[in-house]
DNA sequence: GGTTCTTGAGCGAACGTTCGTTCAGACGGA
DNA sequence: TCCGTCTGAACGAACGTTCGCTCAAGAACC
């Protein structure tokens, strides 16, 4: 370690040239420089390993190449796995990723907006719902750089990219409609958010689609855990034990859901069907088999950079929220499979988990 | 959006001092200025929104303020809340993250290391068991920077932090013996991964101190995912049917397991047994609830940030691993919680719901 | 009243680049 | 022979800081 870095002057003296002239070179574009000299300055730099100073570049052309991910603290898995393709992407791209995790409460906003800011990122993707309430975070978004988010910000002119949510809400009523369902409850994440509305509204309006009457003893509130999905199963299954089935926000809490209904010597999904949404990878490995409206992070992780970087090189980026398709993904646990059959269905091909 | 810096020139005009005078002063130490510049300094500052350019700060000051984080491509649920507490440890010490996700197979560690490498990070955080295999990441880790990884670096002068692996094979496994268990399998991940052979060792070392003979037939190696680990389950009860407990590798295979043992019409804890690794938050949600021995991922976060400041500040840091101790957390899927209760024993308290 | 200290502030240089302009020489055409 | 054009390379300035040195003026001392 504590290797000491060779600066272009170093080369450039090594190939007896002038260092602005090996920045030329070194840049890629061989404007005015003879082939020989070039090929000598780029071996030169190699035999030294020369590596470009980023800081120093960025001092100059004003931008750092760099970018902001603000996520939730990351106890939800679906919002890692969004990072994950975030910074994926963007290196793709030649871009760099800063991430700064939001706690729960939000309470290190101003923090991590500062350490943004000061260190100059061309541009911001946020991943935290906590951003739906006004914040430093919020105001950093609006304000400061071009701003992609996951959630809605109040203000409203950052872009959001996202999923079809009243249509999730929709699919997975739909399907337990289909099954015979007439009771269905919900456990949600928080009311407050509007991925939480959104899909609540797919959900009445399917319910009346059907003829059937929302009512509130149906839908509980929970905070994106298991544990707390868990404690809302509880009183779900007090208030209306007739229910038959339940429509989970998130898959996280859907393990909770299992876990409860099971305790309450219920058994899924012969007594209560689930259905929840996102499908990570270890839905299907649940038991049962988690049936579950399929949530491409993957592909709105490329999308948000895509938006972001379109937004920093100066192209009008539409405010309208751009949507991805959702997909329903029937396994066991809304009583698609022969339970004979030991209880999984769609079974993922191992290498296809497209990322 | 697109909001101009103001720089320190700017300030200081609008002070009528000169920059240097006005940098002393918003460095914080006020060295030799008076009280009353000083605040009028600290005041058109904050009415200007004066922002630090951190990039040309890290140009002079020749060090960033930042750390890089090579994490594996996190479909790994530990190695994602291992990077959160990183991340937030950095930030609370003043420094930023900048992180890259290896590909699986590794294929894209050049890529990070020469982004990370251009940017000037001051150091690297890795947790990406591919740094076993040499590579470029690897190559970095020794030569480039002050380093800290949770996995043994070929060379050795990488210092490590992690927990005791062998204790963690050790707690299981007696566990599972104290239940009266004698045909005890295991799921474990890669057997090329260190921690896997030591997880191992304790576990072969515990059967032999209980006068049992470890047979390869009932150790199935699987590739850490819930997938992979319900095949390699399949197999092992196949070879040995008389299996009655199993030791898994950690919480994500766990669930694989579960299914499948469950798949093949055997009950968990009555007919099989099982002990995992790791305790994330699903684990006590688990059908039934699972016995998990708690690797302490956040602390870990911590100490890696510690070393590595430690490192990067120059003091000398030992090349032994740091290894924090490891906790058996008892639930049902070992068959301690009695049956009738339905499951869970240990729940952990339930956390605020600000998400 | 002269010398030394102390305090407050200014100033030059440097960090490693990029970018646009300038310059020296070779070449060609009239 | 002279001028214009083109090519290859050098050069100056700037980006926004930090850091150490200098300096003026007043205070303190003998």
Redesign the pocket.
Known sequence: MARR?V???EVAARA??????A?KV??GGNV???A???TRIMAVAKSLG????T???S????TTGTIGLIASDATDVAISHFSVSVEQAARRRGYAVLVGHLAADGADGADIVRMLIERRVDGVIAAAPQVEDDSEVAQLLRTYVPAVSLHHVPGGQVPVVGSNQGETGRLATEHLISHGHRLIGSVTGPFRRRVVRSRLRGYEATLLAHDMEPHEDLVVEADWTPGGAAAATRLLLERVPETTAIFVHNDAMAIGVLSEVAATGRRVPADVAVVSCDDMPFAEYLTPALSTVRVPLGATGERAVDLLLQSITGTAVSAEPLLLPVELINRSSCGCADPAAGGRMTRRPHDEMTR
């Open positions: 870095y600066s272009i002057k007896g040239v002038s260092f602005q002239t920045s070194l840049n005015r420089v003879s020989e000299t070039a020369y590596r470009p100073n800081i120093a570049r001092l100059v052309r004003r």
